[in-house]
Nanobody, 125 residues
Framework: QVQLVESGGGLVQAGGSLRLSCAAS????????MGWFRQAPGKEREFVAG????????YYADSVKGRFTISRDNAKNTVYLQMNGLKPEDTAVYFC??????????????????WGQGTQVTVSS
């Protein structure tokens, strides 16, 4: 059974930083592409960032490129999202997810089969 547990969300002022963590259970974490998505009230879930199993490839939404950094520590079964220069429009529930092995597009939510419960990030202006 795979479980993903996010932490690190909270309330921060615009321009501030937060670091989200996602702790994963399961022996195949180190062989899986992982992703971060977010969903704001009244909006669809959107891709934020993804990272290959080795960490050698990373992917970002244009809206966060240059501000957010995804990383992973396979020894700790954990993936991180460092968020700098936060803006009010970054306010959302952030989810981590594990990609299906056979899926080819790391930016699509339907490529992911396991999801965490989410952590709230609120950025005040």
């Amino acid at each position: 059974q795979v479980q993903l547990v996010e932490s690190g969300g909270g309330l921060v002022q615009a321009g501030g930083s937060l670091r989200l963590s996602c702790a994963a259970s399961g022996r195949t974490f180190s062989r899986s592409t992982m992703g971060w998505f977010r969903q704001a009230p009244g909006k669809e879930r959107e891709f934020v960032a993804g990272i290959s199993w080795s960490g050698g490839s990373t992917y970002y939404a244009d809206s966060v490129k240059g501000r957010f950094t995804i990383s992973r520590d396979n020894a700790k079964n954990t993936v991180y999202l460092q968020m700098n220069g936060l803006k009010p429009e970054d306010t959302a529930v952030y989810f981590c997810a594990r990609k299906k092995a056979a899926a080819t597009n790391p930016r699509g939510s339907d490529a992911y089969e396991y999801w965490g419960q989410g952590t709230q990030v609120t950025v005040s202006s």
